[in-house]
């Protein structure tokens, strides 16, 4: 059994709702199990996480039963079943990313950053992992950032730098 | 079209079978050495089978039709014949090597502890091993752990036995209303789970125990009591308001130490049983006794054969008892 | 220059928007389509042109949608499968980055054939991007009345919806995809029933990749046979590579079937080889999961023919000396990288990917992982080489789908062709931590 740390419990928006209903009627009539993947990425793009709260309610919502949700959602490497940094800097380190230098730039985060792979810094803002192929083998190493996935490419010692500058400082101006 | 039926040999024996039958099935029907081991398939569980592959064959004649070869090794619990279908399972060199490749992966993070394990002596892996396995294992790693778990007040989880077959999960969702548990996480990371804390109570779920083919899911009230060698099975009934109420009762001396449904040669279960009869009903007074039930020669359990049933003395003092039991009475009075 | 077919306007700025791919003469196959040919008449022409699937299988994709079962009153679906997550492969996220619109025509005219009316589009999660560029476009194409209610006053009605998996690279074999889509785990379906019969709800289902679906619109437009006169045997027409690695100029390549790989490797249309005065030591031609080729090899079959990038080509030899056109996933290796760090890297992936339904795969991933890792950091043993080839086989066709095979080809390919460089790592574990065993030269097996 996975230790569930905490348990945020969550009052999903109208807007939030809204957005659900859209998702449901893509599919046939009693199909909508089908809207459970893009509404955990919804509800992740809103909290940062998935907690037993959120997926209980997406549960109820879809019809199905929480189990259900606990299993797709732990299956799925994109999903985070525990609180993580505001920026989650998710590196490729599968083959073609590593013959350019990937390893090397997943030291460099670390250092950067100050916290092994999957802790969140001090100040909550980060948060970094390895991720498998991210299929941008040309353009590598690369790195995604959610709930957006933006991609950072061609990444040097330098760019990360830059990078990871950037957004501390979009966080302080919010 | 009804009674039509298709030809198939299996390691050179011929049989006929209803179209959309299983290899597997087909196997059974001929029974002994050639049926494929089966460590997921479940004949009573829709969508179970196909997972562990111990079941594995080689198609050497796809049909009359089509005779090419089938190019892998299928499963047989999910293929089904085709008219002049040839299939090798123990005839062929191929299955065997495969099925110990089979038998090695299934063990590589197995803990290995028959010698505290429930389940040791009725244990389908352990069978598996004895079969077809190697004495030394290859593997120096360290094995995945879990800590074991009671899920509600009669089951306990070791996932650290767990082969991850499904079938408790089939389980849940076709005999149960509220499925409390599943498969959680992935790869060899995947694990039988509640997530939350969450106990599982529903009339019909202790049956999880029944298909389990492995130790990893017990009952708790007969956990640490006996080997099931020194237990003697007996087939009784009762008249249950929820289920068939057709059981096999575990005794040691007089006490019942436990209570599960009545299985096949394939140790299937015949018949689901609730909860109340398996957890709650133990005396002996509650159950209607048949006769011994019979154990394969096979099985460990039958060291301790015997072909006489020996009524339990509560029976030879409670009159109704007795009326219930005659005519096994009057069996028993023969047979010495 | 070679023909290009799908990315013939790629340069065209503003491509990306509805009006400037039909500015280009985009949609022109819908209108015909639409207009001109039955659903039959398409389908014939996507046998005629030879097509093969571009994800990786190469199945025929003509007689693909010849197998799809039309009962009655059932509706049948096309699925779109962009689940690229094949390492080496990044084909289908260059096309739908930058010409979304050619996936949605192709959408188009392969549904109208299929006589699918509802459509959907499994685009990886982690491609946010992708998947909000290709909504805009599923939006803009809906706008100028090619999807919707009665498309062109035809009386063919389309919806297409776009998907997004969560994280999870099985989801790029079909069946794991249609789960992942109806809302599951992605755990591959134990095939038969096969998805032309049984797939999406049950219902009759064709699953295709990008490419292979994009590549219906030039077949539509000038006919299959002018498509399969591109090309050489049974590789027809043009096709994605996506080049990585250490290739001086790395990226998506649209290469007409046959080209000689050396050329494809050291050309200046090309990838303009090997940076930084490296010479090339081995070559990974079809995504990760084929087996890798040294140099002598990938660039000349054993019979020392010139090795062309065609599916048959690449596969002469079998697996003993050749390997497979897989996804188009070109992956370059020089003279530095390490065979046995790779091979360890790669079991990773798989090991990490697997769904865990079925035990060989399930097991026999992380075992392999675990036994590369020993002798990747210097503690291996050389019985440790045939433990490995010993596991490799034992998975190899023995699992539910073919990640399995995925894995252990890699692993076998790796020990057949570089077994030397395996023997060196564990003959020297020390000097193996700090320098690489460097090239392979031919014919030479020396273990130093």
């Known amino acids: ?174 | 079209m009804a009674d039509e039926k298709f030809k198939v040999t299996i390691d050179g024996i011929p049989v006929e079978v209803a179209p959309g039958t299983t290899i597997l099935n087909a196997a059974r029907q001929v029974g002994g050495d050639i049926v494929p081991p089966a460590m997921c398939y479940y004949s009573k569980l829709e969508g179970s089978g196909g997972k562990c592959r111990t079941c594995l064959v080689k198609v050497s004649k796809g049909s009359e039709k089509d005779p090419r070869p089938m190019p892998k090794l299928v499963a047989s619990c999910r293929t089904t014949v085709m008219d002049g279908m040839e299939v090798q399972n123990i005839t062929s060199p191929d299955v065997l090597e495969a099925r110990k490749g089979v038998v090695e992966m299934l063990l590589i993070n197995h803990p290995l502890d028959c010698p505290v394990c429930d389940q040791a002596g009725e244990c389908k892996l352990q069978d598996l091993s004895y079969e077809h396995g190697v004495s030394q294992t290859r593997y120096e790693f360290k094995r995945r752990t879990f800590e074991p778990i009671d899920i509600g007040d009669n089951i306990k989880l070791h996932m650290n036995r767990c082969i991850l077959c499904y079938r408790c999960v089939y389980v849940a969702d076709q005999l149960t209303s509220k499925r409390e548990h599943g498969i959680i996480n992935r790869g060899d990371h995947a694990e039988i789970s509640t997530f939350i804390e969450n106990a599982l109570d529903n009339d019909f779920i202790g049956n999880v125990i029944d298909v389990c083919p492995v130790g990893a899911l017990t009952d708790r009230t007969f956990r640490f009591k006996s080997r099931v060698w020194f237990t003697k099975p007996v087939n009784a009934h009762r008249n249950c308001p929820t289920c068939s109420g057709k059981v096999t009762l575990w005794y040691k001396g007089e006490e019942v130490l436990r209570v599960t449904a009545r299985k096949d040669e394939y140790n299937e279960v015949e018949a689901f049983i609730c909860d109340t009869c398996r957890f709650e009903t133990k005396k002996t007074a509650d159950w209607v006794l048949e006769e011994p039930t019979s154990i394969s020669k096979q099985s460990v359990i039958d060291a301790n054969h015997y072909d006489v049933f020996n009524p339990p003395p509560v029976i030879k003092k409670n009159l109704q008892l007795q009326e219930a039991n005659e005519e096994q009475l009057e069996r028993t009075e023969r047979l010495k | 220059m070679a023909r290009k077919l799908l990315l013939a306007h790629i340069d065209v700025p503003g491509i990306h928007t509805f009006d400037v791919y039909r500015q280009n003469g985009g949609y022109r196959a819908v209108e015909k389509a639409l207009r001109t040919m039955s659903p039959d008449e398409v389908v014939e022409e996507v046998k005629k042109s030879g097509l093969r699937g571009r994800g990786g299988a190469g199945f025929p994709t003509g007689m693909k949608w010849g197998f799809l079962a039309k009962p009655e009153g059932v509706p049948r679906y096309l699925v779109c499968n962009g689940d690229e997550s094949e390492p080496g492969t990044f084909k289908d996220r260059f096309l739908m980055t930058h010409i979304p619109h050619a996936l949605i025509e192709g959408m188009i005219v392969s549904s109208y054939a299929l006589g699918a009316n509802t459509s959907y589009i499994y685009i990886r999660g982690e491609m946010m991007p992708q998947i909000r560029i290709v909504e805009k476009a599923i939006a803009e194409a809906k706008a100028a009345g090619f999807l919707g209610k009665n498309i062109l006053g035809t009386g063919y009605d389309l919806e297409i919806h776009v998907q997004p998996g969560g994280g999870a690279y099985i989801c790029g074999e079909e069946t794991a995809l249609l789960e992942s889509l109806e809302g599951e785990r992605g755990n591959p379906r134990i095939k038969p029933p096969f998805p032309a019969v049984a797939g999406l709800y049950g219902c009759p289902t064709v699953v295709n990749n990008v490419e292979s679906i994009a590549a219906t619109v030039p077949i539509v437009n000038d006919g299959g046979e002018e498509y399969a006169k591109i090309g050489i045997e049974r590789s027809t027409g043009t096709k994605l590579i996506s080049a990585s690695g250490n290739l001086v100029r790395p990226g998506v390549y649209e290469i007409e079937m046959g080209l000689p790989m050396e050329e494809f490797i050291y050309s200046d249309e090309y990838c303009g080889g090997i940076p930084n005065g490296k010479r090339l030591k081995a070559v990974v031609a079809g995504g990760s999961s084929v087996p890798i080729l040294p140099t002598h090899l990938a660039l000349k079959t054993a019979n020392g023919e010139p090795r062309l990038m065609t599916y048959e080509s690449l596969a002469d030899g079998g697996f003993v000396t050749g390997t497979a056109m897989g996804s188009g996933g070109f992956i370059a290796f020089d003279e530095d990288q390490c065979i046995v760090r790779n091979t360890l890297n790669f079991t990773r992936f798989y090991h990490h990917e697997s769904c865990g339904q079925c035990s060989p795969c399930r097991e026999g991933t992380g075992w392999m992982e675990k036994v590369l890792h020993k002798i990747e950091y210097g503690y291996g043993d050389i019985s440790d080489i045939d433990l490995l080839w010993d596991i490799q086989q034992k998975i190899d066709g023995h699992t539910i789908c073919p990640l399995g095979d995925a894995s252990a080809w890699p692993v076998a390919s790796a020990i057949r062709h570089f077994r030397d460089e395996f023997e060196w790592h564990i003959l020297h574990p020390e000097e193996a931590q700090t320098r690489n065993y460097g090239l392979v030269t031919e014919g030479v097996m020396s273990s130093e």
């Open chain 1, 1 to 174: 059994m996975l230790s569930v740390k905490e348990n945020t419990t969550v009052e999903f928006s109208l807007t939030l709702l809204d957005k659900f209903a859209e998702t449901v009627a893509r599919y046939p009539e009693g199909r909508q199990k089908s809207a459970l993947l893009p509404i955990l990425h919804l509800v992740q793009a809103e909290y940062g996480w998935l907690s037993v709260d959120a997926m209980d309610k997406v549960a109820a919502y879809l019809d199905i039963r929480p189990i259900e949700v606990y299993e797709v959602a732990s299956f799925y490497t994109m999903f985070f079943l525990q609180p993580k940094g505001k920026y989650v800097l998710e590196i490729c380190r599968t083959g073609p990313c590593c013959l350019v230098g990937a390893e090397r730039m997943m030291q460099h985060i670390e250092d950067k950053l100050g916290v092994k792979e999957g802790e969140v810094t001090a100040d909550g803002l980060f948060s970094w992992r390895g991720v498998e192929c991210l299929a941008a083998c040309g353009y590598a190493p690369v790195l995604q950032i959610g709930p957006e996935y933006t991609f950072y490419e061609n990444l040097t010692e330098e760019k990360v730098d830059q990078l990871v500058d950037e957004l501390k400082q979009k966080a302080q101006t919010k």
